[in-house]
C-alpha cells in the first residue's frame, strides 16, 4: 500500500507556472503507475498525466500536452507535475494517484487529499 500527499498548488497569473509533488510513503514505489487528475467545481474528475511503473510511458491529457511536464524520483519516492503557461480553464483540485504495476485510472486505489490549483486572469 501507499499514502499520497500532494503539494504545491496555489494561486497564480495566466500564462505562469507551478509545480505541484505528490510525496509517497510505502515500500517498493517504483512498482507503481503513478498520475494526475483535476477535479474543477460542478465538473468531473478528469485525467491530466500519467507515468508508467515502469517509467517508460508517459501519457497527457490533449487539453495539456506541451504545457505540462509529468516526472518521478523513485529515490525520493515523489511524482512531480510541473505546470507552465496556466490557463483559468486549468483551475481545478489536483489529485495524485497510484496503481499497482498497472496504469492510473479513476478507479485506481490509491489517492491524494487534493491540491488547490486556481489560475487567475
Known amino acids: 500500500q501507499v499514502q499520497l500527499v500532494e503539494s504545491g498548488g496555489g494561486l497564480v497569473q495566466a500564462g505562469g507556472s507551478l509545480r505541484l509533488s505528490c510525496a509517497a510513503s510505502?515500500?517498493?514505489?517504483?512498482?507503481?503507475?503513478v498520475g494526475w487528475f483535476r477535479q474543477a467545481p460542478g465538473k468531473d474528475r478528469e485525467f491530466v498525466a500519467a507515468?508508467?511503473?515502469?517509467?517508460?510511458?508517459?501519457r497527457y491529457a490533449d487539453s495539456v500536452k506541451g504545457r505540462f511536464t509529468i516526472s518521478r524520483d523513485n529515490a525520493e519516492n515523489t511524482v512531480y507535475l510541473q505546470m507552465n503557461s496556466l490557463k483559468p480553464e486549468d483551475t481545478a483540485v489536483y489529485y495524485c494517484?497510484?496503481?499497482?504495476?498497472?496504469?492510473?485510472?479513476?478507479?485506481?486505489?490509491?489517492w491524494g487529499q487534493g491540491t488547490q490549483v486556481t489560475v487567475s486572469s
Open positions: 510505502g515500500r517498493f514505489f517504483s512498482n507503481y503507475g
Open positions: 494517484a497510484a496503481d499497482f504495476r498497472t496504469d492510473v485510472k479513476l478507479r485506481s486505489p490509491y
Open positions: 507515468i508508467a511503473w515502469s517509467g517508460g510511458v508517459i
